[in-house]
């Protein structure tokens, strides 16, 4: 099913851009607070508040500390047209679109991801939308998800477990970056702590009586950097060593690492996972240690829904984004983010913005998780890039809610889609769990 950009009351369009730009300062002023107060994942406790007062006194029903989570919120608002059609009787008849803000930072370079950008881009979404439903009478919901610890565990997985986003026809959101890209191949990414026990002693008296707990990590480091020309050139293996012992004079009876792998598909995925896996318990084996390893997350691919991307790049490419060719754009590198979990759960996308200008520039040393994002995320372009990026989720947004056709359109891909990404939801799901180990699990992890 084909469906072009609809010949709409332009009127619909611009109650979203006015909307979005009379917040413009407000917006800024949100972004720069949480720009100098950065928060790591689940302590999000300034943004979380800044957050949903605003958008409460808005006209949005929050639900704080919601999922069981305490920073997480959702902020939610029906259109008189949905509640008059609900109150009828027929609310199979309102549909939902969910939009997302993050919150965390990083550690040491704080908003080096731009989560400050992708939290008021969310607000500026669902304001837009829900002025354009107001003013034109319009039926619809809106939902806004406060997501927390992108950068860690994934927030949105803890979410997704409690039925956050069940019940939305889709869920878009978008992320800061140093281009402008709509069909990105986002990777999947796994992450475990590694330890290693073994026993100390004198390494000069008698190193004979200890057991290197050393050497079992640089052997499982060693390991994984000769796997990595078996992998496919699309996966990633990347670890580091994070307690190699006390001191030189002393057989280390501990060591640690951190390791995350990452592929483009769930079965590749998989062949990563159970490559480290081995790696790291021969390392044991061979060194006479024993190892103990904690999973930390598992986040999915993000599968792009074809009809919600295609209407954002229109939307965008006329608000005076100029994109490269697709299969140049799928070719970009690229990072990891538990929104894969979501679009794998409700139709969803991810395109990145480019917040070094406004008019396709590039500037190559300034990279997600780099000090010189960081400064770069609280610049006027960086503001107006966002606001630019929310006018195109919107609009995408808005249609979602109003065209039928449309709407039909994105679950029929959605539903042939996701059994092609390998395994369907259900299967899907069960295996990322069953290597997550926990049940749970960024764009730029």
């Known amino acids: 099913m084909t469906i072009s950009v609809p010949a709409r009351d332009p009127k619909i369009a611009n109650d ?10 407000s917006l800024r002023e949100i972004s720069l607070q949480m720009h100098n107060n950065p928060e790591l994942g689940y302590e999000e406790v300034f ?14 029903t929050v639900t704080r500390h919601a999922y069981d989570l305490k920073t997480a919120f959702v902020a939610e608002y029906v259109s008189p047209a949905a509640k008059a059609v609900i109150a009828d009787g027929h609310e199979d008849k309102v549909r939902t679109i969910g939009f997302i803000s ?6 040491n370079i704080g908003h080096a991801c731009g989560h400050n950008l992708i939290a008021i881009v969310g607000l500026a979404s669902a304001l837009g939308t829900k002025v354009a439903l107001e003013k034109n009478n319009l039926i619809g919901r809106i939902k806004l998800f406060g997501t927390p610890a992108e950068e860690t565990t994934g927030g949105k997985i803890d979410m997704i477990n409690k039925g956050a986003f069940d019940g939305l026809d889709a869920c878009v959101m978008s992320h800061p970056a140093p281009a402008d890209v709509v069909y990105c191949t986002i990777l999947s990414v796994g992450g475990m702590t590694v330890e290693y026990f073994g026993k100390s002693s ?36 990347h670890c580091i060593i994070t307690n190699g012992g006390a001191a030189a004079n002393i057989i280390p009876d501990y060591s640690s690492g951190k390791i995350m792998y990452r592929a483009t598909s769930a079965d590749d995925h998989s062949k990563v996972h159970d490559a480290v896996l081995k790696v790291v318990n021969a390392a044991a084996e061979a060194t006479g240690c024993t190892v103990k390893i904690t999973k930390e997350m598992e986040y999915q691919p993000v599968p792009i829904n074809e009809h919600l991307a295609s209407r954002y790049a229109s939307y965008t490419a006329d608000l005076g984004i100029k994109y490269l060719p697709r299969a140049v754009q799928e070719s970009l590198p690229s990072g990891s983010t538990d929104m894969g979990n979501v679009a794998h759960v409700v139709p969803g996308i991810h395109p990145v913005y480019n917040i070094v ?56 891909s959605f539903e042939k889609q996701i059994p092609k990404e390998g395994l369907g939801i259900s299967s899907l799901e069960q295996k990322f769990k069953a290597m997550a180990g926990i049940g749970a699990g960024c764009g730029c992890h």
């Open 16 to 25: 979203v851009k006015e909307a979005i730009d009379s917040e413009s300062a």
């Open 47 to 60: 943004a979380h508040k800044i957050l949903t007062d605003y958008i409460e006194e808005r006209g949005f």
């Open 102 to 107: 993050e919150m965390d930072s990083l550690p």
């Open 202 to 237: 004198h390494a000069s008296a008698s190193p004979w009586e200890g057991v290197n707990a050393l050497d079992a990590m640089v052997h499982a480091y060693n390991g994984l950097a000769l796997v990595r020309q078996q992998t496919a050139p699309t996966s990633r293996i």
């Open 357 to 412: 200008g406004l008019n396709g520039e590039i500037d190559s040393s300034i990279s997600n998780h780099s000090y010189k994002f960081t400064d770069q995320a609280k610049t006027e372009v960086a503001h107006k890039a966002s606001l630019r990026s929310a006018k195109g989720l919107a609009l995408t947004g808005l249609d979602v809610l109003i065209e039928e056709d449309f709407a039909a359109a994105i679950k029929e």
